[in-house]
């Protein structure tokens, strides 16, 4: 009995991190006791098998409850709000149509990143590999750039290589710094930032889009460092959710920028408060975006000599920004063309 109980003891802990929790019911642990009642002693056996299948049952319960839980979660509905085959769609007056939110917040994060000191770029949705990879110190053939699932044409450019539909805004990092660069020469400093539509080869989901936008950010002069990037930041953040947040940041991976760093908050949603935040799954810290000091490759790509001139860069995702401010669960929202949810805003 003693070691039923030690049994549910490791698998309750285990059920805590396990992605599906239904895999908790073919643990290896479970699968031995079960086999076990066979074995002990007749006069034992009835009491042992009880217990056993009394942890089954109580296992099989909680994860009962959590399907439930998913299931009562109103279902996204993504078919097209009018009906597709009617010819012309009953369309509503002009007059009582809104800026959709993502235009509207997008707008917002521009503004306070202007206020800031930051020249706002658009990026473009269809660009070449150069300044998807080659520009931000991704060689060719590196593994990194896998982990882009990169939309390309059949089409090629002069070189043979396609055209692709941007994985991410930092493709705008090279031309900025080119068309900056004067002004870096004269004194000033490069400060932009890029907010615009991207895409994935991803499978969809609630956080999963194929197409998508983010917001990236630039910054060069003489002198920089981590903290400055850091404290931009955080005052962007703050100021767009209108709080005040702590922030923290983690060593990462990325090719165009030497250090890397993975940018947490705490959840702006919750506090820390809510064990049961559907923000930050009661966590408390959420992480954000990815950002560095940029790479040198990447400043001399731009004919920027990196002995005398740093800068960091960020690049993250606009919609969990907004998912984040307002408390959005699923992504899909935003592309449902549906009134009841853009009227909200
Ligand atoms: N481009 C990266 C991505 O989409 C995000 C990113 C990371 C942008 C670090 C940056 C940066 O500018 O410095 O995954």
């Known amino acids: 009995m003693e070691e039923i109980e030690k049994v549910r003891g490791i698998l309750l802990e285990r059920y805590a991190t396990l992605t599906v929790k239904a895999d908790v019911l073919k643990a290896p642990e479970l699968k031995q006791i079960l086999a076990k009642i066979r074995e002990v002693p007749a006069e034992q056996r009835a009491a042992y098998g009880r217990e056993v299948?009394?942890?089954?049952?109580?296992?099989?319960?909680?994860?009962?409850?959590?399907?439930?839980?998913?299931?009562?979660?109103?279902?996204?509905?993504?078919?097209?709000?009018?009906?597709?085959?009617?010819?012309?769609?009953d369309l509503l007056p002009s007059s009582n149509g809104s800026q959709h939110p993502i235009t509207k917040e997008i707008a917002y994060m521009s503004d306070i990143l202007q206020r800031m000191g930051f020249r706002v770029y658009e990026s473009r949705e269809i660009d070449n590999q150069y300044h998807m990879f080659e520009s931000l110190n991704f060689p060719k053939d590196h593994p990194a750039r896998d982990d882009y699932d990169t939309f390309m044409t059949v089409e090629e450019d002069k070189d043979g290589s396609r055209f692709i539909a941007p994985a991410h805004t930092s493709t705008m990092q090279n031309r900025i710094?080119?068309?900056?660069?004067?002004?870096?020469?004269?004194?000033?400093?490069?400060?932009?930032?890029?907010?615009?539509?991207?895409?994935?080869?991803?499978?969809?989901?609630?956080?999963?889009?194929?197409?998508?936008?983010?917001?990236?950010?630039?910054?060069?002069?003489?002198?920089?460092?981590?903290?400055?990037?850091?404290?931009?930041?955080?005052?962007f953040l703050e100021e767009y959710f209108g709080k005040k947040i702590e922030v923290r940041v983690n060593p990462f991976y990325f090719p165009f920028t030497e250090p890397s760093f993975e940018f947490s908050l705490t959840c702006p949603f919750c506090e820390g408060e809510d064990k049961t935040c559907k923000v930050c799954s009661g966590e408390g810290w959420i992480e954000l975006l990815g950002c560095g000091m940029i790479h040198p490759k990447v400043l001399r790509a731009a004919d920027i000599d990196p002995e005398v001139y740093?800068?960091?860069?960020?690049?993250?995702?606009?919609?969990?920004?907004?998912?984040?401010?307002?408390?959005?669960?699923?992504?899909?929202?935003f592309e449902s063309a549906k009134l009841d949810f853009l009227r909200q805003f």
């Open 310 to 333: 740093t800068g960091f860069a960020w690049g993250g995702g606009v919609e969990r920004l907004i998912m984040m401010k307002y408390g959005i669960e699923d992504l899909r929202h």
């Open 177 to 235: 710094l080119r068309e900056l660069k004067p002004q870096l020469e004269d004194g000033d400093v490069i400060a932009a930032t890029s907010i615009d539509r991207v895409f994935r080869n991803e499978d969809l989901d609630a956080r999963h889009e194929h197409t998508f936008y983010q917001h990236e950010g630039i910054y060069v002069s003489k002198g920089v460092n981590a903290g400055m990037l850091v404290a931009t930041l955080q005052k």
């Open 53 to 89: 299948n009394n942890l089954r049952e109580e296992l099989q319960a909680k994860i009962a409850a959590e399907v439930k839980e998913v299931v009562e979660l109103p279902p996204i509905d993504v078919t097209a709000p009018m009906d597709v085959n009617a010819g012309i769609p």
